[in-house]
């Protein structure tokens, strides 16, 4: 203990700033795992309009395209299908944006824990 400190202060003043990596990694952990939970809200609501927005962007990525024999132009089908895996492509992207907006802010956490578990000499 140090003198003149509580049980407190020395938790604020020392434990906590040594822990600041494993704190940034567990919330980065967390928010991940939060974001991409969508079965929970597949099993328990009913209500469309209750639904999160990861639920939306699975049945966009899950749903069957347009059936290719109602289209009986070949270069038509073509660019639909190609359209179809554009947009895709485009959802998985936005459903990435947050991740990597908060690994942004936390990555120097990271990099000070690799530091400060590194040995030196």
């Avoid at 980065?28 to 099993?43: E, P």
């Avoid at 554009?86 to 991740?99: E, G, H, Q, R, S």
Wanted: charged share 15%; with cysteine; proline share 4%.
């Amino acid at each position: 203990m140090m003198d003149g400190c509580s049980d407190i202060m020395y938790y604020l003043r020392v434990v906590l700033p040594l822990s600041k990596a494993i704190i940034a990694v567990l919330v980065l952990f967390y928010a991940v795992g939060y974001w991409n939970s969508y079965f929970n809200a597949m099993i328990y609501l009913n209500n469309r309009e209750l639904y999160p927005l990861t639920i939306y962007l699975r049945e966009i990525l899950m749903a069957d395209q347009i059936d290719p024999s109602t289209v009986s132009d070949p270069e038509l089908q073509a660019q639909i299908a190609q359209m179809a895996g554009v947009i895709k492509y485009a959802l998985i992207v936005v459903t990435m944006v947050p991740v990597l907006l908060i690994y942004s802010f936390i990555q120097k956490y990271f990099v000070k824990g690799v530091m400060i578990g590194s040995v030196k000499g």
